[in-house]
């Protein structure tokens, strides 16, 4: 079974505290990208990789960091400098044609 | 840098009628432009895509055409189904950048029954 995975699907964050998305794939792509999307707008870059041990910032890095210790995997981590974290968020791998998990939808208790 | 944008924000048309959604991009030296639909709640999925060498492609119902002079390009979708209804988005993309797509803002289309 190919494709992208992306868990949890809903998640739910506390003042302060740091949470970590996952995006997983087996379509044996090096490329991989996190996207953040607000509700009625478009796709903004957070993070891309291209490579395994090397990731580069996107347009709105700040209050997220990422790691990419193996080929399948590109955690995203948001912080608590990130103020505002409520958004729905897109992984997605390739590379001049990209194709999306499902996302994860993340809230503010 | 490039920017691309997208016209109309919101497009609501009979269904069975046709709808298109124009996109502008600003860097001559684009060279790919994909078009994806994203249902709610979902992940955006690619639905057609062309390059600067082609000026127009077609899969079934759904064509882009590409105006390189102009730096348009454009989403034609015909006999519009309920199904069709979701949010479009364009893209563009530069050739040497690492493959990092500019997206349009998008195009939320209904098909009114």
């Known amino acids: 079974d190919g494709g992208i995975t992306q868990s949890p699907k809903y998640l739910f964050r506390k003042e302060g505290q740091n949470v970590t998305l996952s995006c997983e794939q087996n379509l044996n792509h090096d490329a991989m990208y996190w996207y953040r999307q607000d509700p009625g707008q478009g796709l903004r870059l957070i993070y891309y990789?291209?490579?395994?041990?090397?990731?580069q910032k996107g347009d709105i890095a700040e209050g997220y960091s990422v790691s990419r210790e193996k080929k399948e995997s590109f955690p995203l981590t948001v912080t608590s400098a990130q103020k505002n974290p409520t958004a729905f968020y897109l992984c997605a791998v390739g590379g001049e044609t990209q194709y999306f998990g499902p996302g994860t939808r993340l809230l503010v208790l | 840098g490039e920017n691309v944008e997208q016209h109309p924000s919101t497009l609501s048309v009979q269904e069975g009628d046709s709808a298109v959604i124009k996109c502008t991009y600003s860097?001559?030296?684009?060279?790919?432009f994909p078009w994806y639909k994203q249902e709610l709640g979902k992940g955006p999925q690619l639905i057609i895509d062309?390059?600067?060498n082609v000026g127009e492609k077609k899969d079934q119902r759904i064509a882009v055409t590409l105006n390189k002079t102009a730096k348009h390009f454009s989403l034609h979708i015909t006999e519009t189904q309920p199904e069709d209804s979701a949010v479009y988005f364009c893209a563009a993309t530069l050739r040497d950048s690492n493959y990092q797509l500019i997206w349009g803002a998008g195009t939320k289309l209904i098909i009114k029954p």
């Open positions: 990789s291209q490579i395994v041990n090397d990731f």
């Open positions: 062309i390059r600067s």
């Open positions: 860097d001559s030296a684009s060279n790919y």
